[in-house]
């Protein structure tokens, strides 16, 4: 009777720790990127939240931050580089892109969350959403109060990231952010505010969902080309092509234009007022710049709304309309496509697709 008891009892203990490894193979694997920022910031004191050093603390430290991620998905992480977002570079961009297919491409992780910095992370995860090859989800997620302050954002931000890369509804929506329990589009998101927690919206398109007490929900789909139907390949790129963004005001001349052209630009994206427009007297210099072959682009300096193509009276090439992308993201897109084509007619084509 106690050798049967001891066989039940041995029987039941080799099942449980079967099903707890059979519930750990069946997890979605979650790698996370980190590359700095507010989310990894120490400050001074806990109620400081400005001044604090961006950055300083490792991923390691981050995820013992929140225990519950490992209940979401099995979770690693990895530093890519640990900076101020404001300093963010071409370099580790196109570092970034090439990690993120690598780890898609050896099967390493069903989804991919990156934390950063809140100044500059609507440009990396547009990069990103024109340079990932594949389907499965991106996150990028941040804070926009230190990791030691006394209500930090960056813990349930980071677990709702983790949450929607692990969520199979994410799959296809091309790169995302998640913050605050929204999720936007990298196409439309948008820093909007410099201190509040709320700080990311897509000022013209709108959310694609929310995270709804722990349950990433979409309502709707960016219809723009993305991901694995882009045809940008930064693998073999060591840089990007060198564009700048000209900002017009009233009084504005031709000498940012002029300079721009000296220091050799391939590209201008001028973030003019209202429907992109150009002031008088920067627009010959400009139209002077694309007769020598550098692409102008006209996006709008307004937060909202698209560019339109409208006729000007300078004759030559054309501007180009940067459409509804803000002139951050006008640039990275201007970018890649001068590493396809110098063709205006064909990277406005670009710029009606993406």
Known sequence: MKLLLASVLFLL????????????AAQPR???LATGGTIAGRAASETAVTGYQAGDLNIASLMEKVPELQEVATVTGETVCAIDSKDMTDDIWLRLARRVNEIFAAGEADGIV???GTDTMEETAWFLNLTVQSDRPVVLTGAMRPATAISADGPMNLLEAVRTAACPDA????VLIVMNGDINAAREAAKTNTLNTDAFRPPSLGLLGYVNDGVPTFYRASTRRHTTRSEFDVARLDALPYVKIL???AGDDSLFVEAAVKAGVRGIVYAGPGNGSVHRDAEAALAEAAARGIIVVRATRTGSGAVVP????????????????SPTKARILLQLALTRTNRPDEIQEMFRTY
């Open 114 to 116: 990156i934390t950063h």
């Open 13 to 24: 203990l080799v099942n449980a720790i079967a099903g707890q490894k059979a519930e750990a």
């Open 171 to 174: 799959a296809g929506q091309g």
């Open 30 to 32: 979650v790698i996370i």
């Open 310 to 325: 409208e006729a000007l009276p300078t004759d030559g090439p054309p501007f180009l309309s940067a459409g509804t992308l």
């Open 247 to 249: 900002y017009g005001h």
